[in-house]
């Protein structure tokens, strides 16, 4: 689930719950101005699921529709930032996550794999 302000999330987090949250560090930032490098970061679903990409239009993306976007985020590292990687990965079925290490493959049966979209994130 991507949320986008804090206010959603603990909202959600607080139905869901019904407890109180513990602070914790955020994985990167998405600017909410377009700042000069960074791009649009679109949020896809398909009623089910979400994806992000940050390409306006993606080829091959199935019952997938975009619904609007997150933020700006660094469509390459930037050398005098710190930017974290996020790897788009999927298991060969309908499933989709996001994640920071840079591995051949994902899971205890090595059954994802890197999609080949990747974004960077500010890192505080």
């Not at 091959?60 to 933020?71: E, T």
Request: net charge negative; charged share 25%; hydrophobic share 25%.
């Amino acid at each position: 689930r991507y949320y986008n302000s804090y206010d959603e999330a603990m909202r959600i987090f607080m139905i869901s719950s019904g407890g109180y949250p513990s602070c914790k560090s955020p994985l990167g930032l998405v600017y909410q101005d377009q700042k000069f490098g960074t791009v649009p970061l679109y949020r896809y679903t398909n009623g089910q699921n979400d994806r992000l990409s940050t390409s306006e239009t993606v080829q091959n993306i199935g019952d997938y529709h975009q619904v609007g976007f997150l933020g700006y985020v660094d469509e390459k590292p930037v050398p005098s930032e710190k930017n974290i990687a996020v790897y788009e990965i999927w298991d060969g079925s309908e499933d989709y996550a996001y994640t920071t290490e840079d591995l051949e493959s994902y899971g205890t049966r090595g059954v994802w794999k890197k999609t080949g979209n990747v974004f960077y994130l500010f890192k505080p």
